[in-house]
């Protein structure tokens, strides 16, 4: 009996894979076929004379910066949300805050708002202060989506650390800033690092807010840029599963780096506070 569980146990961690891998082996497999092999049939599932043209035309078409442009959004509006988020998370968590449960109250309240809800009023708004179309106005705008959960998780970390640690740091002469820096922030580096990889899997993966607030060529983000890879006659295909590879490796990348601090910011977010 124990056996056939681990029978079943198996076969269905395997569907599993097939069903989550599949379509991204598939895009892989497709970037790698000749234009004329891609609606071959029978299907190929392996491409028989593989070749990087469809790559090579991404960088023809430019999409190098469009990858280059997702990039600095993303790091920009997390070095924000952690330097703004933080500072937040410690005076919420050290100071005597007026109001400080209806201030939570809010982040909470803000983390549960889908973005499209407020896309039109914000478009409206950029708009009428000159910010929409502009480079500056993405990171503002992930910054914004981000910091409420990267206040949340600071905070539950800045609440593990003793109080008394930070005020045996100014007896021994550090400013309260410098006692921070030094004794506070490395005990939260786990909340710090969860927090940067989950704003930089919303921001890189964010295509309505990149779609609706830019749309100069060279403001583009990776997946806006993507949408356009149409011919006249329908989609190049080959081209854009390439791109889909492409804008595939870095959240990978940053997860599987990270996965422990993210993992670790969501249970501790959860239970602490």
Known sequence: MRTLSRIALVLACLLAGIVALGPILWAASTSFKSANRIFAVPPELLPRSPTLAHYANLIAEGVHWAFL?????AAVAVL??????ATAGYALMRYPVAGRPAVLLVFLATMAVPGFAVLLPTQMLAAGIGLQNTWAILPILYAGHILPFTVWVTRSHFATVPRELEQAAEIDGYSRAEAVWRIVLPGAKPALLAAATFGFLH???????????????ELRTLQ????????????D????MAG???ATIPPVVVFLLFRKFLIGGFADGSVKG
């Open 244 to 246: 889909v590879i492409i």
């Open 69 to 73: 442009n997702s990039f600095a959004y």
């Open 203 to 217: 921001c890189w993966n964010d295509y309505v807010t990149g779609s609706t607030m830019v749309d100069a060529p």
């Open 237 to 240: 295909w080959g081209s854009l």
């Open 80 to 85: 924000a949300a952690l330097l703004f988020g």
């Open 224 to 235: 806006v840029a993507l949408i356009f890879f149409q011919g006249f006659h329908g989609r």
